[in-house]
Nanobody
Framework: QVQLVESGGGLVQPGGSLRLSCAASGFTLDQLAIAWFRQAPGKERKIVICSSSRDGSTHYEDPVKGRFTISRDNAKNTAYLQMNRLQPEDTAVYYC????????????????WGQGTQVSVSS
């Protein structure tokens, strides 16, 4: 079965860090674009960062610039989102997504999606 499974969410205080994992099964991630989306309470789901396998570039949204990084471990077939200096406005359900053509897209046209993991930032 083809699937993505996120893990690593939780409750942290402002200024803290979390690393989210996105484990793939049924396919390999090395030739796919990997993106992370988030959906805050009462808001629509938005992309926050993406890594393209087509040109090797990383695309990010301004609110996470300098704080979030995306990476992948091909041997483990897993992608990661490292989140540093978390703030309350980062509170959301985070989703990983993959696109088999290897390109990043701002809209929800990715081929595979995880189930989401909750990240809550509060004091």
């Amino acid at each position: 079965q083809v699937q993505l499974v996120e893990s690593g969410g939780g409750l942290v205080q402002p200024g803290g860090s979390l690393r989210l994992s996105c484990a793939a099964s049924g396919f390999t991630l090395d030739q796919l674009a990997i993106a992370w989306f988030r959906q805050a309470p009462g808001k629509e789901r938005k992309i926050v960062i993406c890594s393209s396998s087509r040109d090797g570039s990383t695309h990010y949204e301004d609110p996470v610039k300098g704080r979030f990084t995306i990476s992948r471990d091909n041997a483990k077939n897993t992608a990661y989102l490292q989140m540093n200096r978390l703030q309350p406005e980062d509170t959301a359900v985070y989703y990983c997504a993959a696109e088999r053509r290897g390109g990043c897209h701002p809209k929800e046209i990715y081929d595979y999606w995880g189930q989401g993991t909750q990240v809550s930032v509060s004091s």
